[in-house]
């Protein structure tokens, strides 16, 4: 159950569009979504929900601003009958790109190269890997439900739209923030080619995916419906796989059970790129391609772009690094490692 205090702000210490970091009495710190509940100034009395602190979770290092006591009330616009954080006091009329004006979904999606990943952080190497081969072709983010739901929280995705390699964000299902709002997974990639134009997309939840000591329950096991679905609709799954070489846990270290997992349950072929000179991985009816990958650390550091994963950055840990990146290099050459005409028995 969700627990509560009321302090005031001391200090705005970040933003950007959709965020406030902050700066509270308590001495901790909290986070502010301004297109759920409007923007905070010093001096602010607000209402904070302090569960995740509280619990010590990994990712809830910050407080989350639920009301600002200095206001009775406030209104962020409206964008459409549909809304996200349905029946929770936060709900908010997100509306969605398919009831928008004009829009008209893709009759299939054609060969569109798809990434899909485990973690939020596989998002950078995907990308700048992705880019480094393809760099006239638009990139667009498909940020699924299974973590963090409001967009705005991710700097690791601020940090790669701002480089330019990523060109466009959907949030999909109860997700939300993105450029542009679908219902769901597989909507949310036809609205990624209609409304946002991409040329190949790359699917992750947000931050803070969840996972426990059993088989199935973890928030990565939903690689295996993304597959499924872009498979269906035509696309080309490409699977960054979470492998590591400095996870101190054995259930991570080489090829994750998350991603062992999640594969073994697709109903749908998929490519897994790894890095050139590495076994191939040999998974249910996937096939496996072996790919040159860019120096991504490199690629990330000369565009500013920091990130890690279970805190261990590039350096730390460069086989979590190149096998992400060998999805996204082999997504930007998709027709050599998976033709129109596909090798793969569907």
Same mark, same amino acid.
């Given at each position: 159950m969700p627990s509560y205090a009321t302090t005031t702000v001391v200090a705005v210490l970040a933003?950007?569009?959709g965020l406030q970091r902050v700066a509270l009495a308590t001495g901790r710190r909290a986070y502010v979504l301004t297109e759920v509940v409007g923007p905070v100034a010093p001096g602010d009395e607000v209402v904070v929900n302090t569960t995740a602190v509280d619990l010590g979770l990994g990712t809830g290092g910050e407080d989350v601003v639920h009301w600002n006591l200095a206001r009775r009330a406030w209104s962020g616009g409206h964008g459409g009958h549909v809304v996200k954080l349905r029946y929770t006091s936060i709900q908010a009329d997100t509306g969605v790109a398919e009831e928008s004006d004009g829009y008209r979904p893709p009759?299939?999606?054609g060969g569109l190269p798809v990434v899909v990943c485990g973690l939020h952080s596989q998002l950078a190497p995907v990308a700048a890997a992705?880019?480094?081969?393809?760099?006239g072709r638009r990139l667009a983010y498909v940020m699924t439900d299974q973590a963090a739901l409001p967009l705005a929280l991710s700097d690791l995705v601020a940090a790669l739209r701002g480089a330019g390699l990523l060109d466009a964000t959907v949030t999909a299902g109860q997700a939300f923030g993105g450029e542009h709002e679908a219902v769901n997974l597989l909507s949310g990639l036809? /609205?990624? /080619?209609? +409304?946002?134009?991409?040329?190949?997309v790359v699917v992750a939840a947000g931050p803070g995916s969840v996972g426990t000591a059993s088989a199935h329950g973890y928030s990565a096991l939903d690689q295996a419906s993304a597959v499924d679905l872009a498979g269906v609709a035509g696309a080309r799954p490409f699977v960054a796989l979470r492998w590591s070489g400095a996870d101190p846990r054995p259930r991570h270290r080489g090829l994750?059970?998350? #991603? +062992?997992t999640a594969l073994a349950l697709c109903h749908q072929p998929a490519v897994l790129a790894v890095p050139a000179?590495?076994?191939p991985v040999a998974v249910g009816r996937h096939r496996s391609c072996a790919v040159e990958v860019p120096d991504v650390a490199a690629l990330l550091a000369a565009r500013s772009v920091a990130v890690a994963t279970m805190g261990r950055g590039p350096a730390a840990d460069?086989?979590?690094?190149?096998?992400? #990146?060998? +999805?996204?290099?082999? +997504?930007a050459d998709a027709d050599r490692w998976w033709p129109a005409a596909a090798s793969v028995p569907v």
């Amino acid at each position: 159950m969700p627990s509560y205090a009321t302090t005031t702000v001391v200090a705005v210490l970040a933003e950007r569009a959709g965020l406030q970091r902050v700066a509270l009495a308590t001495g901790r710190r909290a986070y502010v979504l301004t297109e759920v509940v409007g923007p905070v100034a010093p001096g602010d009395e607000v209402v904070v929900n302090t569960t995740a602190v509280d619990l010590g979770l990994g990712t809830g290092g910050e407080d989350v601003v639920h009301w600002n006591l200095a206001r009775r009330a406030w209104s962020g616009g409206h964008g459409g009958h549909v809304v996200k954080l349905r029946y929770t006091s936060i709900q908010a009329d997100t509306g969605v790109a398919e009831e928008s004006d004009g829009y008209r979904p893709p009759p299939g999606l054609g060969g569109l190269p798809v990434v899909v990943c485990g973690l939020h952080s596989q998002l950078a190497p995907v990308a700048a890997a992705f880019k480094a081969g393809a760099p006239g072709r638009r990139l667009a983010y498909v940020m699924t439900d299974q973590a963090a739901l409001p967009l705005a929280l991710s700097d690791l995705v601020a940090a790669l739209r701002g480089a330019g390699l990523l060109d466009a964000t959907v949030t999909a299902g109860q997700a939300f923030g993105g450029e542009h709002e679908a219902v769901n997974l597989l909507s949310g990639l036809e /609205v990624a /080619v209609a +409304a946002a134009g991409a040329d190949a997309v790359v699917v992750a939840a947000g931050p803070g995916s969840v996972g426990t000591a059993s088989a199935h329950g973890y928030s990565a096991l939903d690689q295996a419906s993304a597959v499924d679905l872009a498979g269906v609709a035509g696309a080309r799954p490409f699977v960054a796989l979470r492998w590591s070489g400095a996870d101190p846990r054995p259930r991570h270290r080489g090829l994750s059970h998350h #991603a +062992a997992t999640a594969l073994a349950l697709c109903h749908q072929p998929a490519v897994l790129a790894v890095p050139a000179g590495q076994p191939p991985v040999a998974v249910g009816r996937h096939r496996s391609c072996a790919v040159e990958v860019p120096d991504v650390a490199a690629l990330l550091a000369a565009r500013s772009v920091a990130v890690a994963t279970m805190g261990r950055g590039p350096a730390a840990d460069p086989a979590f690094f190149a096998y992400a #990146a060998a +999805a996204g290099a082999a +997504a930007a050459d998709a027709d050599r490692w998976w033709p129109a005409a596909a090798s793969v028995p569907v």
